[in-house]
């Protein structure tokens, strides 16, 4: 495969001296790695066989006439952001800051795809936002995807202050621990001042509106009765019940006072729902899903409620529903099939996707869809999902993912859409860059392991 032998088409890395992050340099079909690269759930290797082999043979696949970057599952981690964006050969590095690069003749042609979760766990979730905007003002095309962190830290801020009711007054305790990090930076940023908290209630009635009433965990079965399932209502109520008990503990350990809390989550409010706010276009512009050719980007995945959607009203009919669902009820959405979007790990507890589903996705005329969301220590990889390809792109780049998990050194990765008709898979936890061609990786499956040896 003569792309291979002369990288020609692989990405350039440039200012990579700025970074501490190793990226590879050479590249392997994307069969290269076994397990590690094609998962071996849902029929697996055979499975991907037989469905390239219908594709290739129906030339069902239709490359984007640019290229295009996907990065997914940023996790408040902008260093990581910018390595990865170097990764991709989209800029050039010209300092340590994280804004300290500019596009390459490449970036200024591609287009860069945020595939969601870039809040919570830290360091810094407003740092990544602001890469993402000098990205923009460098003149980059992009888009930016909801993640399930990023819809569930809006619902929680939003829900504090409003009239309260049963569907709603848990939803900012339910954002939990992981959204400490990025209280802490609001504080730190806009309510530092002697007067920062001058008209802010009391830690009584701070506590008051922040968490769920006392009888919420009576009221909220209810409620909740033949709109979610029994096992679903009972987990709620446990994950609940434990960070209403640990929350400010938490916080507390962290810094923060209950008075502090409540004073970021009103400024978040000013900074990301207020037209004048300086992240008003994050949510304002953000997409469920974006498609192009025959390829679906999304944060997590489908079920079959979403591929019907796509397959007859298309992307751009789901993106508008989307964004006025983000107004709505949260209850229904965040346990919606709309949410089941960004949420899905296609578990039996997840909204279903089926032989059904897939028919409509192969309908739509997509050949393939490109997600994050399950965490990977070894690059990307490839599922099958009831005979439709997944490729899976969250290679655990924040440190903090990377820290718990006890993943080696510093995150990068990126995935390239090449308009020559392939996909690329670059990261810094792969020695190689993985590339998919139909044809070639179709070859690639066929040849027996014993035959591959002997080459």
Not at 140 to 160: E, K, P, Q, T, Y
């Amino acid at each position: 495969m003569s792309t291979l032998k002369t990288g020609r088409f692989l990405p350039q890395y440039q200012g990579k001296s700025w970074l501490d992050v190793p990226l590879p340099r050479k590249a392997k079909d994307w069969t290269h790695g076994g397990v590690k690269s094609i998962a071996a759930c849902d029929g697996g290797k055979a499975k991907l066989i037989e469905t390239l082999s219908a594709l290739n043979k129906a030339k069902a696949w239709q490359f984007p006439k640019r290229r295009h970057y996907f990065f997914s599952d940023l996790h408040g981690d902008p260093d990581a952001f910018a390595a990865s964006l170097v990764a991709c050969g989209g800029v050039k590095k010209t300092g340590p800051a994280p804004t300290d690069f500019v596009l390459t003749d490449q970036g200024r042609l591609a287009n860069f795809v945020i595939g969601g979760d870039c809040f919570d766990k830290g360091p810094s979730s407003l740092g990544v936002l602001r890469t993402i905007q000098h990205l923009k003002k460098q003149g980059a095309r992009v888009r930016v995807l909801a993640g399930n962190h990023d819809v569930r830290v809006l619902f929680g801020m939003l829900s504090v202050g409003k009239a309260q009711t049963t569907e709603s007054e848990y939803f900012f305790i339910r954002t939990g621990q992981k959204i400490i990090p990025l209280l802490k930076e609001i504080v730190a940023e806009y309510l530092d001042g002697r007067h920062a908290l001058k008209g802010v209630p009391s830690k009584k009635e701070c506590r008051r509106l922040l968490y769920p009433a006392a009888d919420w965990f009576d009221r909220f079965p209810d409620v909740a009765e033949g709109r979610i399932s029994k096992p679903q209502v009972a987990r709620e109520l446990s994950r609940i019940r434990k960070k209403y008990e640990s929350f400010e503990g938490k916080c507390e350990a962290a810094g923060l006072s209950l008075r502090q809390v409540y004073a970021a989550v009103q400024t978040f409010k000013e900074l990301f729902w207020e037209p004048k706010g300086e992240f008003y276009w994050f949510f304002n512009r953000m997409r469920l899903v974006y498609r192009t050719g025959s390829f679906l980007f999304v944060h997590a995945g489908l079920d079959n409620q979403m591929a019907k959607y796509i397959s007859e009203g298309g992307a751009k009919e789901m993106n508008r529903a989307f964004r006025a669902a983000l107004k709505a009820s949260p209850f229904e959405f965040y346990y919606g099939s709309m949410c089941n979007t960004v949420r899905t790990k296609y578990r039996t507890v997840d909204h279903p996707f089926s032989q059904k589903g897939a028919r409509y996705v192969r309908r739509a005329g997509i050949s393939a869809l490109i997600h994050g969301h399950r965490n990977l220590h070894n690059g990307q990889r490839i599922a099958m999902r009831r005979g439709v390809i997944n490729f899976e792109c969250d290679t655990s780049l924040d440190r903090h993912t990377r820290e718990k998990e006890k993943v080696r050194g510093r995150g990068a990765s990126v995935t390239i859409l090449d308009p020559k008709g392939m996909i690329l898979g670059v990261s810094s936890d792969y020695p190689f860059i993985k590339v998919f061609e139909p044809l070639a990786t179709l070859k690639a499956l066929r040849v027996a392991p014993t035959e591959r040896r002997k080459r």
